[in-house]
Nanobody
Framework: QVQLVESGGGLVQAGGSLRLSCAAS????????MGWFRQAPGKEREFVAG????????YYADSVKGRFSISRDNAKNTVYLQMNSLKPEDTAVYYC??????????????????WGQGTQVTVSS
């Protein structure tokens, strides 16, 4: 089992930046990939960014390309989401998730096995 704890959310003005962190614990050796999703009120949960733990494959949603970046610190078992040039449309609860299987689609929430509790990001105009 893998436990995930997100942090770094908060209130920021449009154009500002935030860095989200997701610390993994437990059976971290089983992690194949990690990703970030977000869900705004009244909307479906959507893919934001994901990467294989090896770093060999990285995907971003079109809506965040050029503004967000995903990275990892292997020694700390932590994945980050650096968010720049934030827009009010980015306001959502952001979730970190883990894939343990090697055949999953990084962009599909159905292929993730463990989820964090979420952290709120609010971007004001």
């Amino acid at each position: 089992q893998v436990q995930l704890v997100e942090s770094g959310g908060g209130l920021v003005q449009a154009g500002g930046s935030l860095r989200l962190s997701c610390a993994a614990s437990g059976r971290t050796f089983s992690i194949y990939a990690m990703g970030w999703f977000r869900q705004a009120p009244g909307k479906e949960r959507e893919f934001v960014a994901g990467m294989r733990w090896s770093g060999s494959i990285i995907y971003y949603a079109d809506s965040v390309k050029g503004r967000f970046s995903i990275s990892r610190d292997n020694a700390k078992n932590t994945v980050y989401l650096q968010m720049n040039s934030l827009k009010p449309e980015d306001t959502a609860v952001y979730y970190c998730a883990v894939q343990r299987g090697a055949l999953g689609d990084l962009r599909s929430d159905r292929d993730y096995d463990y989820w964090g509790q979420g952290t709120q990001v609010t971007v004001s105009s």
